[in-house]
């Protein structure tokens, strides 16, 4: 059983800076990429930043430049650095981990974490 907690979501003001964690837990083999989505009330769950097991990163336009995503293999953990917060950036954001391998030749998962909540104050 593979298990993603995520951890470091609460409140901040604008302008300010938050670390999301997640770590993914259980008899895994190997994770291809793990990433942070977000979703707001009303609204689509969207990607916010992915990165592969070899540190090759992608972002959402609106996060460019301000977000920074990072991991750590060894420890299947991800991080989320987010700077310079927008009330935009208010949203639950989850981590996902996809093309998860529990063995070498096995199938391919995809997990996602419970949710954390960020909200932005004035």
């Known amino acids: 059983q593979v298990q993603l907690v995520e951890s470091g979501g609460g409140l901040v003001q604008a302008g300010g800076s938050l670390r999301l964690s997640c770590t993914a837990s259980?008899?895994?083999?190997?994770?291809?990429?793990m990433a942070w989505y977000r979703q707001a009330p009303g609204k689509q769950r969207e990607l916010v930043a992915g990165i592969t097991s070899g540190g090759r990163t992608n972002y959402a336009d609106s996060v460019k430049g301000r977000f920074a995503i990072s991991r750590e293999n060894a420890k299947n953990t991800v991080y989320l650095q987010m700077n310079s917060l927008k009330h935009g950036d208010a949203s639950v954001y989850y981590c996902?981990?996809?093309?998860?391998?529990?063995?070498?030749?096995?199938?391919?998962?995809?997990?996602w974490g419970q949710g954390t909540q960020l909200t932005v104050s004035s």
């Open positions: 996902n981990a996809d093309g998860v391998r529990l063995e070498y030749y096995g199938a391919l998962y995809e997990y």
């Open positions: 259980g008899s895994i083999f190997s994770i291809n990429v």
